[in-house]
């Protein structure tokens, strides 16, 4: 009998810590890092992919994030697109950042603040798709930061979201 409330208590602590460390491995901060731009985003958000390196040699640079849940037994996916992209100089008229928001039907628009630079952040939600994009007009560069989601997966996509643009640094 001794040693079946041994093998128990056993069985017991080795569930605990196998919890604690599935608890860990979801909870805390992953850290994005190349070139000019580094953030952190949450640990149950995996890359999906890196494009480019984020340096002014590049002529676009972007990391894409997923975050994936199986909400009422469907999958339910979101993603956050990290860009960086130049300016076109030259004889083209290029648009800024203003005129591009303005353009967009159906959002609304803000200036914010992201680490110390103005940007203008915009957002679109309709029945099946949030998105919200912040632009970021640094040097000769448009630094973009896009979230695109479903409404199930809306709040853990913002939480992400927010952190990157706390987070974000651009040197």
């Known amino acids: 009998m001794e040693r079946q409330n041994l093998i128990l208590a056993a069985v017991v602590i080795l569930v605990v810590v196998l919890a604690f460390v599935f608890a860990m491995s979801l909870y805390g901060n992953n850290s994005f890092q190349k070139g000019q731009m580094s953030f952190q985003y949450p640990n149950a958000w995996a890359q999906d992919h890196v494009i480019g390196n984020f340096s002014q ?5 972007e990391v894409t994030l997923k975050y994936t849940t199986g909400v009422t037994g469907q999958d339910a996916s979101a993603f956050i697109i990290v860009s960086m992209q130049p300016k076109p100089q030259g004889l083209i008229s290029a648009p800024n950042a203003t005129s591009l928001i303005t353009n967009t ?8 603040g992201v ?11 309709s029945q099946n798709t949030a998105q919200k994009t912040t632009i970021i007009e640094k040097n000769n560069y448009y630094y973009t930061i896009e979230y695109i989601c479903s409404p199930i997966t809306l709040n853990q996509t913002e939480e992400a979201y927010k952190q990157i643009l706390q987070t974000l640094k651009i040197v």
Do not use: E, F
């Open 57 to 61: 040699n590049t002529i676009y640079s």
């Open 115 to 125: 680490s110390n630079l103005a940007a203008i952040q915009m957002g679109s939600y």
């Open 105 to 112: 039907s159906n959002s609304s628009a803000v200036n914010v």
